[in-house]
Each structure stands twice: as C-alpha cells, then as structure tokens.
C-alpha cells in the first residue's frame, strides 16, 4: 500500500530564508507521480509542483523546487526566499501506477509559518 | 475558479441526520473523488467515480454513500451524522491526458459541514 510521511507538524521560518518541508514515500510500482500541495486558512487547495518517477531533473515553479531523492524515497518541497503568503499547511500528495486519473494519497502536512 | 463546483459551502446539522453534497467537475473531466478533512488532519480519500462508475474506495463509512450521474456531477450521502462526521469534505476532478502538466486534481473549494 503506498503511504506518505511528513514528519514536521510545524515550522516557523524567518521571511526571506528557504524552507525546506520534507516527504517520504513508500511504493511498490515502479511508475508513480509526487505532487506538494498548500492550503491556506481559507481552506483551498492549491496545486504547487509535481513530479513523475521517471523523470531526470528535479521540477521547478517559480520559488518552489522538489528535491526528488529516488533511492531513498524522499520528496522533500524548497522554497525559496520566504514570503509571509507562504504562511499555509503543505500537503505531500503521491498517485500509484501509470493511469492519470487513479487516486492521489496525501501525507498528514506541515505547517509552516513565515515570522516578520 | 478552479472549475470544479462544490455546494452548499457550508452546512450545519443535527446530529442522526441526513445531508447530500453535490460536485460539479471541471468540464471534460469524467473521474470524480470525494476526500474528508477533520481539524488538522490530511485529506482522506472516500471514493472514486470514473464515467459513473465507482472506480475506488478508500476509508467511507457504510453510512456515507455516494454516486456519479450521467451528466457527470457527483453526490456524496452522508447519513445518521455524528458529531466526528465535521469536516471539510472535498471534491475533485480529473481527467486521463487532461493536460494539466501535472496529472494531479482540480479541487473545488469544499463543503464544511459542521453537526451539533
């Protein structure tokens, strides 16, 4: 059964420093896509990055960058040069298998608060 | 707006009663999820639908039931609430090549459901 973990309840960050938020995950299938979420305290959820297995190059938008560590499973969120906007919960979120529309798996989330 | 069409926003209930949330997917998008949300936890996966079909299950109650019509929208039952069942209860859509760049969801904005 895939699972995801993340083991930071909460982070407080100074603005203008990186973030790092971390993610593990756990699979079996060879073919599987990691996506980071953020929900803010309106309660939407906002898509940030994504990233498929089989791709070579860790994937990028805008500040936000994946450390993507196949090996040791690990699917860690950077962001860069911290805004007090990013104050949010952050989800690490993992679809199993090559089908698009299977179900996406969320870990329990981070949340992050950005300091003045 | 992201396309994917939650109502009511909000809604409050009794407990032991009965309510039906309803979700709109993003036009052209045939698969349908339902996620629950309790206070600062993850989103938990219902189920899915694909093209009306119940493709997945995942954590759903026997007293929560739901279906997907021939016009794509989706209902989630919910039944003899209790006081656990507050929650932000979401719903999402995609679409296999839904060309997305991320093969992830389109969330709408949720359903706080609140029973007293």
């Known amino acids: 059964a895939q699972k995801i973990t993340q083991t930071q309840p909460g982070m407080f960050v100074q603005e203008k420093e990186a973030v790092t938020l971390d993610c593990t995950y756990d699979t079996s299938d060879p073919s599987y896509g990691l996506f980071w979420y953020k929900q803010p305290s309106s309660g939407e959820m906002i898509f940030l990055i994504y990233q498929g297995s089989y791709d070579q190059q860790n994937a990028t938008e805008g500040r936000y960058s994946l450390n993507f560590q196949k090996a040791r499973k690990s699917a860690n969120l950077v962001i860069s040069a911290s805004q007090l906007g990013d104050s949010a919960m952050y989800f690490c979120a993992m679809r199993e298998g090559i089908y698009r529309d299977d179900k996406i798996i969320f870990g329990k989330g981070t949340r992050l608060h950005i300091l003045p | 707006d992201s396309g994917v069409t939650q109502t009511p926003k909000h809604l409050i209930t009794a407990t032991g009663q009965r309510v039906t949330l309803r979700c709109s997917p993003r036009s052209g998008d045939l698969s349908v999820y339902w996620y629950q949300q309790s206070l600062d936890q993850g989103l938990q996966f219902l189920i899915q639908?694909?093209?009306?079909?119940?493709?997945a299950k995942g954590n759903i109650l026997e007293r929560f039931s739901a279906q997907q019509f021939p016009d794509l929208h989706s209902e989630l039952n919910l039944s003899s609430l209790e006081l656990g069942d507050s929650a932000l209860y979401f719903c999402a859509s995609s679409s296999v090549g839904s060309g997305t760049g991320a093969y992830g969801y389109t969330f709408g904005s949720g359903t706080r459901l609140t029973v007293v």
């Open positions: 639908y694909y093209n009306g079909e119940e493709r």
